[in-house]
């Protein structure tokens, strides 16, 4: 079984859940990340994502000092890089979320998998259509 660590982007940055949510806007947009982890204490306490700043920033009047702690989503799902691809796809159905940290042995981020990125070869495009499946259902 193909380990995840295959199909993960390795450009991958944290935000400081103290920044504000325009450096975290700066940073999503230089590096095209639609979700960024949100790390403390040399931890990773969240993670916030473009839909986080519309819904939870914008939509609400906040302005773009809002800090990242203030509008992110609170603890984060993850998962190692020699889980299967059908681990990383069954955490994400079970959580409806479209990306998804990756760790290191030593619990290092090393990586994000996208919802997108189990359709690189056509023998995951089956794991994607399930994980989308169950991602879009009403929770």
């Given at each position: 079984?193909?380990?995840?660590k295959?199909?993960?982007?390795?450009?991958?940055?944290?935000?400081?859940?103290?920044?504000?949510?325009?450096?975290?806007?700066?940073?999503?947009?230089?590096?095209?990340?639609?979700?960024?982890?949100?790390?403390e204490?040399?931890?990773?306490?969240?993670?916030?994502?473009?839909?986080?700043?519309?819904?939870?920033?914008?939509?609400?009047?906040?302005?773009?000092?809002?800090?990242?702690?203030?509008?992110?989503?609170?603890?984060?799902?993850?998962?190692?890089?020699?889980?299967?691809?059908?681990?990383?796809?069954?955490?994400?159905?079970k959580?409806?979320?479209r990306?998804?940290?990756?760790?290191?042995?030593?619990?290092?981020?090393?990586?994000?998998?996208?919802?997108?990125?189990f359709?690189?070869?056509?023998?995951?495009i089956?794991?994607?259509?399930?994980?989308?499946t169950?991602?879009?259902k009403p929770?």
């Amino acid at each position: 079984m193909k380990q995840v660590k295959a199909l993960m982007s390795k450009d991958v940055q944290v935000i400081g859940a103290d920044q504000t949510i325009q450096e975290a806007a700066v940073l999503m947009s230089k590096g095209n990340y639609g979700m960024m982890p949100v790390a403390e204490n040399d931890r990773m306490v969240g993670a916030l994502s473009d839909r986080d700043i519309v819904i939870r920033a914008v939509a609400l009047g906040k302005d773009a000092s809002t800090k990242v702690r203030d509008v992110m989503s609170p603890g984060v799902f993850w998962t190692f890089e020699e889980d299967s691809i059908d681990k990383a796809a069954e955490i994400m159905s079970k959580h409806q979320i479209r990306r998804l940290p990756i760790v290191n042995a030593d619990k290092r981020l090393v990586g994000i998998v996208a919802l997108g990125d189990f359709t690189v070869e056509r023998s995951d495009i089956e794991v994607a259509g399930e994980a989308l499946t169950k991602i879009s259902k009403p929770a």
